[in-house]
């Protein structure tokens, strides 16, 4: 697929909110030896659950970052800024009260 879709800082947000509870949740198997449920984060078009998600590394020339999720081949785009932005919204998530 050559289309690339330009995602959100509140999708951004969204992807490492995702992440970070995969994350507990495989720390949390391997104390329990418990069977893992959670999966990687579903595409942002068409919600497929992908096996992996392939981040390009960002550059020095503000270019944007490339998230290319292989079981659909869905690409989005995201630049410095909008991940910044993202961060920051998963980080006051992260910190406000549940």
């Known amino acids: 697929m050559s289309q690339h879709t330009t995602l959100t800082a509140e999708q951004i947000a969204d992807f490492h909110d995702e992440l970070e509870?995969?994350?507990d949740d495989i720390l949390a198997a391997g104390q329990n030896r418990r069977k893992l449920t959670r999966t990687l984060p579903r595409?942002?078009?068409c919600a497929s659950t992908p096996i992996?998600?392939?981040i390009s590394a960002p550059d020095a020339d503000g270019e944007p970052v490339k998230l290319v999720f292989d079981r659909c081949g869905h690409t989005f785009l995201a630049t410095p800024d909008v991940m910044?932005?993202?961060l920051r919204i998963h980080n006051t998530r992260?910190?406000?009260p549940q």
Do not use: D, M
Request: hydrophobic content about 35%; proline content about 0%; overall charge negative.
């Open 94 to 96: 992260r910190q406000s």
């Open 84 to 86: 910044a932005a993202g």
């Open 52 to 54: 992996e998600i392939v």
């Open 43 to 45: 595409c942002f078009t």
């Open 21 to 23: 509870e995969q994350q």
